[in-house]
T-cell receptor, first 111, second 113 residues
């Protein structure tokens, strides 16, 4: 079966530094991946996505990297801000609609 | 355009009672998905519905759980005879078409006492 997971459950980062959150997946047939941010008491919020025909995609202050060879996904956040403190999930979209989420990485930004 | 609306935000039920969770998708969205999140875990897919049809309920427990998305009105996730293990956050998401990005609601936090 498919499995999506994150390497580290927590990440503490100094405000202004860059953050890197990693994710591993096991289903080599996966072709669409999404990063979500979830703040306390709220629902997941879409950050950025990437399809398997790409290895990098950039958004505003965020970059997602996909390494299909080792089935690894990462989210980079530039100049981390206090508002970036949240739990970050990678998710794999299978069957065009079903999202499989990893366990999440809690990011804490230190002032 | 309001986002996905879920209510109630918090629901407390005694063991054996019924829980009804409601989800109104974004305007123009006819695809609804329900997910369950246990504390400190990721979300787990439960069911995918399109207006009046259940497309995929592979993540739903076979007993006590049911979902519907009627032609008019919100989608309902119904849990009968709740047990302590049903305590979780239940999230609804909607999308305009099957393959597009899904937007999540704020969730309903169910506590069974």
């Amino acid at each position: 079966g498919e499995s999506v997971g994150l390497h580290l459950p927590t990440l503490s980062v100094q405000e202004g530094d860059n953050s890197i959150i990693n994710c591993a997946y096991s289903n080599s047939a996966s072709d669409y991946f999404i990063w979500y941010k979830q703040e306390s008491g709220k629902g997941p919020q879409f950050i950025i996505d990437i399809r398997s025909n790409m290895d990098k995609r950039q958004g505003q202050r965020v970059t997602v990297l996909l390494n299909k060879t080792v089935k690894h996904l990462s989210l980079q956040i530039a100049a981390t801000q206090p508002g970036d403190s949240a739990v970050y999930f990678c998710a794999e979209n299978s069957n065009d609609y079903k999202l499989s989420f990893g366990a999440g990485t809690t990011v804490t930004v230190r002032a | 355009n309001a986002g996905v609306m879920q209510n109630p935000r918090h629901l407390v039920r005694r063991r054996g009672q019924e829980a009804r969770l409601r989800c109104s998708p974004m305007k123009g969205h006819s695809h609804v998905y329900w997910y369950r999140q246990l504390p400190e875990e990721g979300l787990k897919f439960m069911v995918y519905l399109q207006k009046e049809n259940i497309i995929d309920e592979s993540g739903m427990p076979k007993e006590r759980f049911s979902a519907e998305f009627p032609k008019e009105g919100p989608s309902i996730l119904r849990i009968q005879q709740v047990v302590r293990g049903d305590s979780a956050a239940y999230f609804c998401a909607s999308s305009p078409i099957r393959e597009s990005e899904a937007f999540f609601g704020q969730g309903t936090r169910l506590t069974v006492v």
